[in-house]
């Protein structure tokens, strides 16, 4: 076996070289302490606030609104337990939906032991929030609503205008973890009245350890880590300048070749979605057609069980994953799954193939027959499989 191929790019992508090329300098000459008011600190200093500048521009914001975390999960805690501690004291209604990264459903469930009421809105089929839902779920002591952009597991990229109009009228505070989809699709915080906005630098071929919580100005929200000064009194610790710089050249191309990737990589998959369909029987694909990040796709496979599907497949070179990879290894079914209707039975069999800028065309033979191939010896041995 020599052959390897990455479709798991929502677990994490391959740095983009240009972007290690632009980090290295920050390691070897610019390795001052941002923070520090003499040339070596100054030096690094203006690597960050060049990256914050990239960043506001793909999002149409401001510059002094991109605040630099360790990544999506600190932002996602930062972004929800900040809010509800800062708000407290106006209401402890807090709103989100059953699909969340669990960064968004662990830290609600931290506010739910601290007295927090938490409303979790259901999906339909296709994973979308319905947005009469949320309208009629928001009260008078609602402090916070969280929807992700685009979910991890399907694509599905929710109505995030009406979503966030809902809560603009009713001036409560609208968080959305954007980590699947900044980047991948064109965001504009000038026209959707976002509060919060979670991303990460590792999603886009930029380092890991690195993303942004966006606060619109006016947005209060408490400190969650305390310390020093960095980033304006908001978030403290000293700046991973390489890693902030990384994500910053990594914005700026995905922000650039948006187009060139999505048409790439929306083929690729859609490709390989169309001949899984034909090829391969009872076989139910999970999401949307359209309103959907096509580099995700979300398959069942009748008979088969999901980690058995994945370590076949890496013995012939591909890597893929089971349902969110934060889960993986547990074996309850996938709860992105459960709350749009698959039956737990089914949800077990769900692999989750996504693509990425760097997959090769060429391959889709190769991923499709090594698919079949282990499709058909897992059926084979499965009491529970009939065809
Ligand atoms: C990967 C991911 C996160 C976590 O981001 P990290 O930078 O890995 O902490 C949060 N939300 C979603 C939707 C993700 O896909």
Redesign the pocket.
Known sequence: MDKLIYLDH???TPPDPRVIKAMLPYYTEAWGNASSLHQFGRHAKAGIEEAREIIAGAFNCLPEEIFFT?????S?NFAVKGTAYEHRSKGRHIITSKIE?H??LESFAFLEEDGFEATYLPVDKYGFVDPDDLRKAIRSDTILVSI?Y???EVGTIQRMDELAWICAEKGVIFHS?A??AAGKIPIDLKKTPISLM?T????IYGP??V?ILYVRQGTRIMRWQTGGHHERGLRAGTENVPAIVGYGKAMGLARAEMRENDRKISGMAEEFRRRVLAEIPDVRFNGPENDRIKGTVSLCFKGAEGEAIILNLDMTGIGVTSGSACTSGALEPSHVLTAMGVPPELAQSAIRFSFGKDNDPGDIDYIINSLKAAIEKLRMMSPFYQS
């Open positions: 929502n677990s994490t360790s990544g999506g999960t600190e996602d990264h960064a968004i992700m685009a979910n991890n973890d980590v699947q979670s990460s630098g590792h999603k890991k350890g993303g």
